[in-house]
């Protein structure tokens, strides 16, 4: 029974975790609170029309400067749920940040403009210097999952 549990809890952190991702889209609507965009999207949740909250949620498109989708966000991501995974001893919140993590190296991996994860450098990266990234935090979500499974 406790086996059960366990899972179930790994399961529902990462589900968690990879929908975490969409809350930087409410900062980003409701960075300003008097833009209309964000008047709008109070309104329909105040109203409790979540229906179309989350439309508008999905229809939003996160600007080129994202404090989160960046590469510094992620590599900090990953050691965290390496932390985590080695010293906590329940699986939610490692199983969480896994998730968030897997996320943001899917996202990584399928974005075509790459190059604003990049915005907080102050040079432009190669495509080659892209691919290594790529491969050095798959290997660290990776390293993550095997962490979160023993």
């Given at each position: 029974?406790?086996?059960?549990?366990n899972?179930?809890?790994?399961?529902?952190?990462?589900g968690?975790?990879?929908?975490?991702?969409?809350?930087?889209?409410?900062?980003?609507?409701?960075?300003?609170?008097?833009?209309l965009h964000?008047?709008?999207?109070?309104?329909?949740l105040?109203?409790?029309n979540?229906?179309?909250?989350?439309?508008?949620l999905?229809?939003?498109?996160?600007?080129?400067?994202?404090?989160?989708?960046?590469?510094?966000?992620?590599?900090?991501?990953?050691?965290?749920?390496?932390?985590?995974?080695?010293?906590?001893?329940n699986?939610?919140v490692?199983?969480?940040?896994?998730?968030?993590?897997?996320?943001?190296?899917?996202?990584?991996?399928?974005d075509?403009?790459?190059?604003?994860w990049?915005?907080?450098?102050a040079?432009?990266f190669?495509?080659?210097?892209h691919?290594?990234?790529?491969?050095?935090?798959?290997?660290?979500?990776?390293?993550?999952?095997?962490?979160?499974?023993?």
């Amino acid at each position: 029974m406790a086996l059960i549990i366990n899972i179930l809890w790994t399961l529902t952190g990462l589900g968690l975790g990879w929908v975490m991702l969409s809350v930087e889209k409410v900062f980003y609507i409701c960075q300003n609170s008097h833009e209309l965009h964000c008047v709008r999207f109070t309104s329909k949740l105040l109203s409790r029309n979540f229906k179309e909250a989350w439309q508008m949620l999905r229809e939003t498109q996160v600007g080129d400067k994202s404090p989160i989708r960046n590469v510094l966000t992620a590599f900090v991501i990953g050691v965290l749920g390496i932390w985590s995974l080695t010293s906590l001893g329940n699986k939610f919140v490692p199983a969480l940040i896994a998730g968030l993590y897997a996320r943001m190296i899917w996202l990584l991996w399928t974005d075509k403009a790459w190059q604003k994860w990049y915005w907080i450098f102050a040079r432009e990266f190669e495509i080659k210097e892209h691919q290594i990234i790529r491969y050095i935090f798959s290997f660290i979500l990776i390293l993550q999952l095997l962490l979160l499974v023993r």
